[in-house]
C-alpha cells in the first residue's frame, strides 16, 4: 500500500547510524543558548548576567503570538547574554550558561504528573510553556500549529516519521526506542484537536519502526522511500489524497502534521512538566569518527558535539546543520545545536561544482514536488524580473532541493529562487 | 581550526548519475553502433564524412568561441554531436566538402550566434541540413549508394535509391504496382529493419537506433513523451491516410528513428513541460505524414522537427505545468 506524489528524488540514503542507539551526551561546560529558535518572534530574555539557574528555568518569554519560550538546559549561572554565531541567521543574541556540574532540575519538572485529566486548554497551556516548537526542522510553534481556528475541522492528525532526508536517523532511533511516548504524546496532540483520526506514517526503509507502532495498535501508513516525502503537503497528498491549496495550510484540508520528535517532546512536557531542553540529533558524516544519535541538551556547540563522538577524522570543510538535502552549512564550529536541529554532518572534503548553461533538459521539472519550473523562475531571478519569478510560483517553493540536485548544468537553483523569494517578499513590503 | 568551513546553498549534494559532458557522451555512444554499421554498409568513405563533419563542428566552435570572446567549451561534446548528427542526415555519396559547408553553418550559425550551447532555437544539425538541401538540392539527393550486400528484394538496378524515393515516384523506376508490392514485401520490411538499403549514413538501420534510444531513455537522457507522441501519431496518421506503403514499411524506412530518439528529442530545442513535450512529440509525427503522403518531399522527418523547434517558446507559454495546490478555476469566485 505504498503510496506517493508526483516528482521528487532518489538520493543516496547513506543512514549509517540507523542501527546505533540513542546516547546521551554528557552535559557540556557552557550552553550558549539563542532566543530565536524557532520560526516567530524571538523570546524577550528573563534573566540577567549573574543569575543563578536550573534546568527547565524559563530565561526567555514567548514574545507575541507566534514565538515560543526559551529554557535553561543546565544548571549552573549565566555568565553573559551577547551576539554569538546561530546557525540558522548567521549570529544572534544568545544567553552563555556556565554548568555547575549539578544537573539540578527547577521545581515540578520531572515529578509524575496524571495529565488524562487535563483539559485541552490545560495540555495546550503546557505545551506552550514547554516551548515545544517543531522538531522536524522548520521549528514552527506547536502550539500554534494546535490551535486552528475555530472553522477549520481537523479531521486528521498525521505524525510525521518520514525523516526522508539522507544521513539522518535521529527520528527513526526515536521510534524504535521510544515508541510509547510518541504515541502518548500523538494522543494529547490528537486531544488538544479534538481530531477522531490518528495515522503515523513511515517510510518503506524503516519499516521495523512501522513495525513497533503497528505493534501499539495505532493507524501506520508506510510510504514509498522518496525524498521529499516528509515534507508537509507531500505527505498529505501521499497519505491522504488531499492537495494543500496554494498559500495554504495543511489545516485548509482539515489536517494537522506534527514530527514524531515533538509529539515525543510533547509527552515528557504533559509527563514530567519537562520543557524542551534536549532533542535527538544524528551526527554523521566522513569527518567524524564515531558517528552517533545523541541526545544533546539545546545550547551546546557542534565542536563540544563533535567532540564526544571522538572528533574530527581528518580537517572539516563542510559542517552542516540538518540534512545534506537543505540543512545549512555553517561557518564556525561555535554553532549551537537549537530545537530546530536535527543532525550535524561533517565532511572533510567539499566538492564545488562549476555551473553550466541551462540545456533546458527539464528534469528540474520533473522532479519538483511543487510542480514548479525551476529552470523559468531561475532565469527571471537572474534578470532580476521577480513579477514574473512570482508568476511562475516562485513562493510555493518549498526549498527541497529536488531541482538542484538533479540539474545536470550543476546549476544552484535553489539558492536563485530563495534570493528570488526574499526579494519579491522585499518588494511587496515596500 | 587552520582552514575555513566552506558555505554554499543546500542542497549539499548533487546526483551522480551525469552532468552535461557525461550526458553528451553517452548519447554518442548510443549512436556508435550505427556509425560501425554504416561505415560497413556504405564503405569508409561514410566514415570519412563523419569524421569531417565532426571536426569542422569542433574547430568552428572552437574558433567562433574564441572570436566572440567566450570560454572555449568543445570539451563538453556538444559540437561533436552536431557534427555526427549532421553526418548522419547527410547521404553516403556527397562530396567532401559538403559536411565541411553544412557543419560551419550549424555552428556557426545556428549554434554559436544565437549564444550557444542552451540558447539555440532550432537544432543546428537539422539547420546545417536544412541549408544544405536549399542550396545544393542535387548533391543532397541523389548522391545515394548501394549498399554492401543490401537491396530491396528484386528491384536490380536501382539499389541504390533510397526506399521512400521508390515509393514518392515509383513510376521512374519501373511498373509502379510491382514495386509498391515490393515495397511492402516481408523480406523488404526486414531489409529495413536491420538497415540493408539505401539512404543518409546513420538513418538505415532501425534497430541499431531503437537499441540506442530506448537505451538513452532507460537512463533518462531522452523523454519517453517526445518519442512515444512522435511514434504514435506517425503511426496512427500511416493507417488512416492514404499511402501507398504498409505501416511497418513507413516505420522502418527514412530517417523516423533518428529523428525521434536523436533528433526530435533534443534538450534544447524542445519544450520543457511535460504536456509540452506531448505535443510536440505528436506535431513532429503528424507533420513527418503529412510530407511523405502530400508534401514534394519523400522524406518529412527534418522539417518536421525543424518546424516544431520553431514552435517549442510558443508550446511553452501555452502549457505551463500545473502548480501544487492550484485551484483549477479560479473564476468562480
Known amino acids: ?430 | 581550526m587552520k582552514e575555513l568551513l566552506q558555505v554554499s546553498a543546500s542542497p549539499h549534494i548533487r546526483a551522480k548519475y551525469y552532468d552535461i559532458n557525461q550526458a553528451m557522451r553517452l548519447v554518442i555512444i548510443a549512436l556508435i553502433p550505427t556509425l560501425i554499421f554504416s561505415t560497413y554498409l556504405f564503405g569508409i568513405r561514410a566514415l570519412i564524412i563523419v569524421l569531417i563533419s565532426i571536426i569542422t563542428s569542433v574547430v568552428c566552435e572552437a574558433v567562433t568561441q574564441r572570436m566572440l570572446g567566450k570560454e572555449i567549451t568543445i570539451a563538453d561534446g556538444s559540437a561533436v554531436l552536431t557534427g555526427l548528427l549532421l553526418a548522419f542526415n547527410l547521404p553516403p555519396g556527397v562530396p567532401f566538402w559538403l559536411p565541411i559547408i553544412g557543419s560551419a553553418f550549424a555552428i556557426i550559425f545556428a549554434k554559436q550566434l544565437f549564444g550557444g550551447l542552451g540558447y539555440n532555437f532550432i537544432n543546428p544539425a537539422l539547420a546545417g541540413r536544412a541549408f544544405l538541401m536549399a542550396s545544393w538540392p542535387s548533391a543532397m539527393t541523389k548522391e545515394w549508394l548501394a549498399p554492401i550486400n543490401g537491396t530491396l528484394s528484386g528491384i536490380d538496378g536501382i539499389t541504390s535509391a533510397t526506399p521512400l524515393n521508390l515509393l514518392k515516384n515509383p513510376s521512374n523506376y519501373g511498373d509502379p504496382n510491382i514495386i509498391i508490392k515490393q515495397l511492402n514485401d516481408f523480406t523488404t520490411i526486414k531489409s529495413l529493419f536491420i538497415g540493408k538499403v539505401g539512404g543518409c549514413i546513420g538513418e538505415t538501420s532501425a534497430l541499431l537506433l531503437l537499441i540506442g534510444g530506448v537505451f538513452l531513455i532507460i537512463i533518462g537522457i531522452v523523454d519517453y513523451r517526445i518519442v512515444i507522441g512522435y511514434l504514435g501519431s506517425f503511426i496512427l496518421l500511416a493507417l488512416i491516410l492514404p499511402t501507398k506503403g504498409s505501416l511497418l514499411f513507413h516505420l522502418f524506412s527514412g530517417g523516423l528513428f533518428l529523428g525521434a530518439f536523436f533528433m526530435a528529442t533534443d534538450w534544447v530545442t524542445s519544450p520543457i513541460t511535460k504536456k509540452g513535450r506531448w505535443i510536440f512529440g505528436i506535431g513532429c509525427g503528424i507533420l513527418t505524414m503529412l510530407i511523405r503522403v502530400w508534401g514534394g518531399y519523400p522524406e518529412g522527418v527534418s522539417y518536421s522537427i525543424l518546424l516544431m523547434n520553431v514552435f517549442t517558446p510558443l508550446i511553452d507559454r501555452l502549457t505551463k505545468e500545473r502548480i501544487f495546490g492550484e485551484i483549477k478555476k479560479e473564476r468562480k469566485k
Request: proline share 7%.
Open chain 1, 1 to 430: 500500500m505504498a503510496k506517493g506524489f508526483s516528482g521528487g528524488v532518489h538520493p543516496p540514503e547513506e543512514k549509517h547510524t540507523e542501527k546505533t542507539s540513542i546516547e546521551a551526551m554528557p552535559l557540556p561546560k557552557r550552553v550558549y543558548i539563542p532566543f530565536s529558535q524557532h520560526t516567530g518572534k524571538p523570546a524577550r530574555p528573563l534573566v540577567e548576567k549573574g543569575a543563578e539557574v536550573k534546568v527547565g528555568t524559563k530565561i526567555g518569554e514567548a514574545d507575541g503570538f507566534i514565538s515560543s519560550p526559551v529554557h535553561s538546559s543546565i544548571s549552573g549561572k549565566v555568565v553573559d547574554i551577547k551576539r554569538h554565531p546561530h546557525p540558522v541567521v548567521g549570529e544572534s543574541l544568545c544567553c552563555i550558561i556556565e554548568s555547575d556540574n549539578q544537573d539540578e532540575w527547577e521545581q515540578g519538572v520531572k515529578v509524575k504528573q496524571n495529565y488524562e485529566s487535563l483539559t485541552r486548554e490545560e495540555l495546550l497551556q503546557i505545551i506552550k510553556d514547554a516551548g515545544i516548537v517543531g522538531l522536524g526542522g522548520a521549528a514552527f510553534p506547536t502550539y500554534v500549529k494546535l490551535s486552528p481556528p475555530k472553522e477549520k475541522k481537523i479531521d486528521t492528525l498525521i505524525i510525521n516519521g518520514c525523516e526522508c532526508e539522507p544521513m539522518l536517523t535521529a527520528d527513526h532511533r526515536l521510534i524504535l526506542e521510544y515508541p510509547m511516548g510518541i504515541i502518548e504524546g500523538a494522543r494529547i496532540f490528537q486531544r488538544i484537536l479534538d481530531a477522531p483520526r490518528l495515522i503515523f506514517a513511515v517510510e518503506d526503509n524503516k519499516l521495523d519502526a512501522a513495525q513497533i507502532l503497528k505493534k501499539e495498535g495505532v493507524e501506520v501508513v508506510i510510504l514509498k522511500t522518496k525524498y521529499p516525502q516528509g515534507a508537509e503537503k507531500q505527505l498529505i497528498k501521499a497519505v491522504l489524497n488531499r492537495e494543500v491549496p496554494r498559500g495554504g495550510l495543511p489545516m485548509d484540508v482539515g489536517c494537522v502534521v506534527q514530527n514524531v520528535g515533538t509529539a515525543y517532546a510533547a509527552f515528557q512536557a504533559a509527563k514530567y512538566r519537562k520543557p524542551l531542553i534536549d532533542r535527538v540529533v544524528t551526527v554523521t558524516g566522513d569527518g567524524v569518527k564515531e558517528p552517533k544519535n545523541l541526545l544533546v541538551r539545546i545550547g551546546t556547540r557542534a565542536i563540544d558535539v563533535i567532540n564526544h563522538c571522538g572528533g574530527y577524522t581528518n580537517p572539516p570543510k563542510k559542517i552542516i546543520f540538518g540534512g545534506p538535502m537543505m540543512g545549512i552549512a555553517q561557518f564556525s564550529e561555535e554553532v549551537p545545536v537549537i530545537k530546530g536541529t536535527s543532525g550535524i554532518i561533517v565532511w572533510t572534503s567539499s566538492p564545488t561544482f562549476q555551473e553550466g548553461p541551462c540545456v533546458r533538459c527539464a528534469s528540474c521539472i520533473d522532479v519538483c514536488p511543487m510542480g514548479l519550473m525551476p529552470t523559468e523562475i531561475y532565469k527571471f531571478v537572474q534578470n532580476r524580473n521577480f513579477q514574473e519569478a512570482e508568476k511562475f510560483g516562485a513562493l510555493d517553493c518549498i526549498e527541497c532541493g529536488c531541482c538542484a540536485f538533479s540539474c545536470p548544468a550543476k546549476i544552484p537553483l535553489v539558492h536563485y529562487i530563495k534570493f528570488g523569494k526574499a526579494e519579491i517578499r522585499r518588494l511587496k513590503q515596500k
